[in-house]
Nanobody
Framework: VQLQASGGGSVQPGGSLRLSCAAS????????VGWYRQAPGKQRDVVAA???????NYTNSVKGRFTISRDNAKNTVYLQMNSLKPEDTAVYYC?????????????WGQGTLVTVSS
């Protein structure tokens, strides 16, 4: 079982990216998921989160610009990032609660780099 984060890249300020966090392996479901980011020299902070029922939360700095969503049939959670700013530059990680035959488990994706620069 693993979480695979993807979709990072380099964009200019004002641009958009969509990150994906896909759970694979022998799982029953992907439950709550959070997206985190870590800029160089800084701690890892939560950016957005979504429950298994679809309730979402965002850190203030991304409200109105980022949207977290999920496709339960694909066991995938997305982070649509619009109006990107240089301060959004970071490695983005997803963290999810996965239900397997042995119960609930916490997994981290490997991280995907987002660079916002002109």
């Amino acid at each position: 079982v693993q979480l695979q984060a993807s979709g990072g890249g380099s964009v200019q300020p004002g641009g958009s990216l969509r990150l994906s966090c896909a759970a694979s392996g022998n799982i029953f479901s992907l439950n709550a998921v959070g997206w985190y980011r870590q800029a160089p020299g800084k701690q890892r902070d939560v950016v957005a989160a979504i429950t298994s029922g679809g309730t979402t939360n965002y850190t203030n700095s991304v409200k109105g610009r980022f949207t977290i969503s999920r496709d339960n049939a694909k066991n995938t959670v997305y982070l649509q990032m619009n109006s990107l700013k240089p301060e959004d530059t970071a490695v983005y990680y997803c963290n999810g609660i996965v239900r397997t035959w042995s119960g609930l488990h916490d997994f981290w994706g490997q991280g995907t780099l987002v660079t916002v620069s002109s």
